[in-house]
């Protein structure tokens, strides 16, 4: 599935505002988290990466060689490899690591290579954002639109949601949208 700038438009906007409960697709798939810390705090964390990658998805011009990074987060900047990765919080080496044992020892993410999976022609993205619902203290609930599939690509999610502080990641598992509708009362 490839993203148009209006899907791009849009998916900004649920990052920033709570999408509404007539607006859901059929299904939608959930991963359970369990945060480092407080569920607000992480997911304003995750909402900021998210945001940076998906308002540059809209405007830059993925042709050039570098991509600016002006509007992602120092944490998240600071915990790939090739920056001053001792200067990331805590938090996001802890994640980083989590990462890489989750996926069975895949490689953390350059930022340059993570910021092109927001390109609107990039393929391999198989997700859009759609809410984060409070699980518990330090639980959350993501919710993405995987246009109804089961099994999809979503390789540069799990490196932000680990980063912003993940210490357990359950998922994908679809879900009627009553599901999340149920929960959207419940924001981090």
Request: aromatic residues 10%; contains cysteine; proline residues 6%.
């Given at each position: ?9 849009a ?29 607000a ?6 909402r ?21 990074a ?5 944490w998240?900047?600071a ?21 890489v044992?989750?996926?069975g ?6 930022l ?6 927001f ?21 959350v ?10 099994f ?7 490196w ?7 210490l357990?990641l359950d ?18």
């Amino acid at each position: 599935m490839t993203h148009t700038t209006d899907s791009l438009a849009a998916e900004l906007r649920r990052l920033r505002d709570r999408p509404s409960a007539s607006a859901a697709p059929p299904v939608l798939s959930l991963f359970a988290v369990d945060v480092s810390g407080g569920a607000a705090e992480y997911g304003r964390r995750l909402r900021s990466a998210l945001s940076a990658a998906v308002r540059l998805g809209r405007a830059a011009d993925f042709e050039q060689e570098n991509l600016p990074a002006d509007g992602v987060p120092d944490w998240f900047a600071a915990v790939s490899p090739g920056s001053e990765e001792r200067a990331a919080p805590q938090f996001a080496r802890a994640g980083r690591d989590g990462y890489v044992r989750h996926t069975g020892g895949g490689r953390p993410w350059e930022l340059h290579d993570w910021l092109h999976r927001f390109a609107p022609d990039e393929s391999s993205r198989g997700w859009e954002w759609w809410d984060a619902t409070q699980a518990g203290p330090s639980r959350v609930h993501l919710w993405v639109d995987s246009w109804g599939e089961s099994f999809f690509g979503c390789q540069e999610l799990l490196w932000a949601v680990w980063t912003a502080g993940a210490l357990r990641l359950d998922g994908p598992v679809a879900h009627r949208s009553a599901v999340w509708s149920a929960e959207r009362n419940a924001k981090p």
